[in-house]
């Protein structure tokens, strides 16, 4: 057992920030578009859309059944292809790893956060939907000031969750060799050799993140049990 | 086409439902109604759970879509055009057993949402009507509350107030006080017989006989789908004609 | 289309070889880990719910550590800083493994360790379901907490929770891929390595995919079939879709707050 220096991670600092910033901006972006394209998919199913919501249906059932490693081949492999098609060229457009992680969560993200919608909209209470009627509101007015912000509201603890997990999975993007916080360690452990500090120092990063955001999940969780046990 | 139906009294009707049936499958719930109601009259509807009374004014503002028959609300027919029925729901104001607060908005927001996007005014004039309908629902101190924060009764009246800043026409209430407690049963009631002295067309479906005695122009009573018997509040509780009527209110006086 | 996966393959067998050994180890992993996960998950699961302070803090230790930290960086924990740790002999011993155990055993723990976190939680929510009475009526009855535990709590929350459960296996299986990482060739580095020898990567992906799906389904189903044989007699069935641990419809969601995380 070789004695421990983690002196080599605080000189390596610069570069893990640099890579924590991407994991950060990953979650980020996937989160966001994550959930206005999973708010779509959710809707498209609840309204049944004519053929459109099998689709959605079949896209997010296959999502959630392959891992998200063999997603993120797919679509390293694919999106050139799709870009190419669509700028009519026909030849694959190639857009380089960053931008493939991108979109590829964005997109897997987007068929979880529409399952926690979908179910979110069939939890709200139909007294809701009548007495919106009853006030003359329209279709749109009513999701989009009566039911959607309930849904959100109701699901926010489970987004929360689903987002911590998002957040741990972003790592996964080793398999393309890009650079976050894993990454960065990870290249920065073969050159120094230093192997053992700096994936215990990732793993401390990633556990002291995840946890405080855990937190926050209970602390919004238990404030909606007392809500819910107010009314 | 708008259509005119004149009642007994000499007024255009406000609301007239003639032959009007509701089926679930094979259950009828509505089985060829007639019903007219005057402006400015106050109906009261019983009968016994299941009898069809909600279902009946859940058709009267189309929140349940009645299989056969019409329904004219203020001269307007509902068919299934949606101009018709937002025309209709934007003159009939509805309380339900429930309350139906928008549990994230505020008292006040919950009163000022539909004026504001179906009716089209500005926030503050939104909020001013709000509140002086709160006043009068005498619970303009908790506008700015959640309705969570509230107890049943004050939310069913923030309900009433809500229902009001539409302006509308014609109030139905269904079944207004039967999930509340005891004691706060009668400062609702007391918000209803308030607003039928202001001369609001009713329809209240209720079993709240001080009520139907004190405001009722007429008690409606209903069972099996049916309206079993129609009479002015005095004949229908001191002599009901008929033996279901007589049963049901031995059932709720005892 | 799939015709490239009976062509033999550069060491002298059919790629379609590659990918039912890459399944193999897939299915290893997942059953194996899965069974250490359960084991792992129920004993800490009650831990989390006793009120011996010592049990229920290093339960929740357990769960916080174990959850918080990406499964990759868990695999590489295992996989490189382990045998650095341990005393040296222990250590070289770890390395000198033949490779598919090599990679193997780290995988398994890792895996076994990651999931059993979630289904402490699971259980942990199944148990704080359960009515209050009916602790109450085994302490009446002079049960003992070990027995209240083994007889009264522990096998109805276990009931309760097959549904959420389908997740966790879900979710164990589709997690084996991360294995590829310390070199494992399982499933998903099958199809990668066919992709890279045959350039016909969509046939290379697409078999992957179908063979995962397939799983989803046969898991999916024995989920079914285990629910309804432990269902107990009069009681509603628990709705089990491919979405179940989303299901809100009912008192679920409440009952089982953590029931609706979705695992990757």
Request: proline fraction near 4%.
């Amino acid at each position: 057992m070789n004695s421990l220096d983690f002196s080599i991670v605080a000189q390596a600092w610069p570069y893990l920030w640099s890579g924590l910033l991407f994991s950060l901006s990953l979650t980020a972006a996937a989160f966001a578009i994550g959930m206005v394209l999973g708010t779509c998919l959710a809707l498209v199913q609840h309204f049944e859309i004519r053929g459109l919501a099998q689709i959605v249906r079949g896209y997010v059932a296959l999502i959630r059944s392959i891992p998200l490693i063999l997603v993120l081949f797919w679509f390293f492999f694919l999106v050139p292809i799709v870009l190419g098609h669509l700028s009519g060229s026909g030849r694959p457009v190639p857009i380089g790893a960053t931008a493939t992680a991108f979109i590829t969560f964005e997109l897997f993200e987007a068929a979880y956060y529409s399952e926690i919608i979908r179910v979110g909209l069939r939890a709200v209470n139909k007294g809701q939907f009548e007495a919106s009627q009853a006030l003359a509101l329209s279709t749109y007015d009513t999701y989009r000031h009566i039911v959607l912000p309930q849904v959100f509201r109701v699901a926010s603890p489970i987004i929360l969750s689903q987002t911590i997990i998002l957040f741990q999975d972003t790592s996964l993007v080793y398999v393309l060799s890009l650079t976050d916080l894993l990454g960065a360690a990870s290249k920065l452990a073969q050159l120094n050799g230093r192997l053992v500090e700096m994936y215990l120092f990732v793993a401390v990063v990633y556990l002291a993140l995840s946890s405080a955001a855990s937190q926050c999940v209970a602390i919004l969780r238990k404030r909606y049990a007392v809500a819910a046990a107010h009314r | 086409m708008p259509h005119q139906t004149i009642s007994n009294s000499g007024q255009p009707a406000a609301i007239v439902v003639e032959n009007v049936v509701k089926r679930y499958g094979a259950f009828a719930a509505l089985n060829d109604i007639n019903l007219e109601v005057g402006k400015g009259e106050k109906i009261v509807l019983c009968g016994p759970s299941g009898s069809g009374k909600s279902t009946l004014i859940r058709c009267i503002n189309h929140i349940e879509r009645h299989d056969g028959g019409r329904i004219v609300v203020d001269g307007v027919e509902l068919t299934g055009r949606i101009a018709d029925i937002n025309s209709v729901r934007c003159e009939v104001g509805m309380v339900f057993q429930s309350f139906n607060l928008f549990p994230h908005l505020t008292v006040a927001e919950n009163c000022m949402l539909a004026p504001m996007k179906v009716r089209g005014i500005s926030r503050s004039e939104a909020r001013d009507r709000a509140l002086s309908l709160l006043r009068k629902v005498r619970i303009q101190d908790q506008a700015d509350k959640y309705p969570a924060q509230l107890s049943g009764g004050q939310q069913q009246r923030v309900a009433i107030a809500r229902a009001l800043c539409m302006q509308p026409k014609i109030m139905l209430f269904d079944e207004p006080t039967s999930a509340l407690d005891p004691e706060m049963v009668k400062e609702v009631l007391e918000t209803m017989v308030g607003l039928a002295r202001d001369g609001m067309t009713m329809v209240c479906v209720t079993h709240e006989m001080g009520f139907a005695r004190e405001v009722a122009d007429r008690v409606v009573f209903m069972d099996r789908g049916s309206i079993v018997e129609e009479a002015a509040p005095e004949t229908f509780f001191q002599a009901p004609r008929t033996e279901r009527a007589r049963s049901f209110l031995n059932q709720i006086i005892h | 289309m799939f015709g490239v996966l009976f062509e033999q393959a550069a060491d002298g067998q059919r790629y379609i070889d590659w990918l039912l050994s890459g399944l193999g180890w897939t299915l290893a992993l997942a059953f194996f880990g899965w069974w250490i996960a359960f084991g792992i998950g129920v004993v800490v699961g009650i831990g989390r719910t006793v009120h011996n302070r010592v049990f229920s803090i290093a339960a929740r230790l357990y769960v916080e550590i174990f959850r918080n930290i990406p499964v990759l960086v868990q695999m590489f924990l295992w996989y490189f800083v382990l045998p650095e740790v341990v005393p040296n002999a222990l250590g070289n011993a770890i390395k000198q493994m033949p490779p598919p155990w090599a990679s193997f055993v780290p995988a398994l723990l890792c895996l076994g360790l990651y999931t059993a976190s979630r289904i402490a939680e699971q259980v942990r929510a199944g148990i704080e379901a359960l009515p209050k009475g009916q602790i109450e009526a085994a302490s009446a009855l002079g049960l003992g907490s070990y027995a209240t535990y083994r007889y009264v709590i522990v096998p109805q929350a276990l009931r309760l929770i097959v549904p959420s459960l389908t997740s966790e296996v879900m979710g164990i299986y589709k997690n084996t891929s991360v294995a590829l990482t310390i070199g494992l060739m399982e499933l998903t580095a099958q199809a990668r390595q066919i992709s890279e020898a045959t350039f016909q990567t969509f046939t290379a992906f697409g078999a992957a995919t179908i063979i995962y799906l397939c799983l989803a389904l046969v898991a999916y189903q024995a989920m079914t079939l285990i629910d309804r044989a432990v269902r107990i007699p009069g009681t509603t069935p628990a709705k089990l879709t491919v979405e179940q641990d989303l299901a809100a419809d009912g008192p679920h969601v409440e009952n089982l707050p953590g029931a609706m995380e979705v695992v990757k």
